[in-house]
């Protein structure tokens, strides 16, 4: 079965750094893109970052492009989220995804609460 | 960005009706166009790619439709288990987009 798990939320101050990880199985990661979504309390869904295969080309949210890098490391089947600069804004749940093509999110993990608050 | 707008926020059905949501795009999407259900304290789940291609396991209940901009989710005979909240997201150009959902409740 495919599983996607992910750790490292937890309560940061504004201007903070987090790094949220996803651990899958269940599939071959290297052959997959992989993304991070987010949901902040109570909204929508906000697609924030994507990294395919190789590793050589990702996408960024206008959101997080320069704050968040996204990176994958395809020997340990982890997907990284490294996020700087914090801001109250960022306050969401963080799920990360498997991307079989053109931005399409066919598995989720359970996600993980990232709280930006003083 | 292209924004993507749905119709209704809230929906009321009971179960047995069918219901139809719409999502309209701000520039053309082709079928670049997909529908997740999410439920409450879980994560989305895909139900339809490419406007109207379902995904393996969704019931056949579930459909799409539409090209273009405008787009629509219809679920026939409503099922308990079908009361949740369903986004539209276009996966044609970056930054990829989510409708703001629409909640179907009893």
């Known amino acids: 079965d495919v599983q996607l798990v992910e750790s490292g939320g937890g309560l940061v101050s504004p201007g903070g750094s987090l790094r949220l990880s996803c651990a899958v199985s269940g599939f071959t990661f290297k052959d997959y893109g992989m993304s991070w979504i987010r949901q902040a309390p109570g909204k929508g869904l906000e697609w924030v970052a994507v990294i395919f295969g190789g590793g050589d080309e990702m996408h960024y949210a206008d959101s997080v492009r320069g704050r968040f890098t996204i990176s994958r490391d395809d020997f340990k089947d982890t997907l990284s989220l490294e996020m700087t600069s914090l801001t109250t804004a960022d306050t969401a749940v963080y799920y990360c995804?498997?991307?079989?093509?053109?931005?399409?999110?066919?598995?989720w993990g359970q996600g993980t609460l990232v709280a930006v608050s003083s | 960005d292209i924004q993507m707008t749905q119709s209704p926020s809230t929906l009321s059905a009971s179960v047995g009706d069918r219901i139809t949501i719409t999502c309209r795009a701000s520039q053309s999407v082709s079928t670049w166009l997909a529908w997740y259900q999410q439920k409450p304290g879980k994560a989305p789940k895909l139900l339809i790619y490419r406007s109207s291609s379902l995904e393996s396991g969704v019931p056949s209940r579930f459909s799409g439709s539409g090209t273009g901009t405008d787009f629509t989710l219809t679920v026939t005979r409503l099922q308990p288990e079908d009361f949740a909240t369903y986004y539209c997201q276009q996966y044609e150009t970056y930054p990829w987009t989510f409708g703001q959902g629409t909640t179907v409740e009893v």
């Open positions: 995804a498997k991307t079989p093509g053109r931005g399409l999110f066919d598995y």
